[in-house]
């Protein structure tokens, strides 16, 4: 088995490397775009299903792809 390099970001104030585990699945509370993730750090994990904010970019694009899909059926 291969060891999988360390990846994410040291946060120097913590001084802890976070690192974030999602499924990349969007979804919608009626409200907002989001995706559920686990955050760890230095590998314990410290938030189980944190919901991190789609940018509006991101959620613009999603949008266009809809409306390709409703138009093309």
Known sequence: M??????GRFLENLGVMETIESDNIVRW???????????????QL?????????SKPVAQHLLSLLQ?????N
């Open 2 to 7: 291969q060891d999988k390099p360390q990846e």
């Open 29 to 43: 509370d009626g409200v907002r775009l989001y995706m559920e993730c686990d955050v760890y750090h230095n590998g």
């Open 46 to 54: 410290v938030h189980s299903k944190y919901r991190r904010n789609i």
């Open 68 to 72: 390709d899909v409703i138009r093309t």
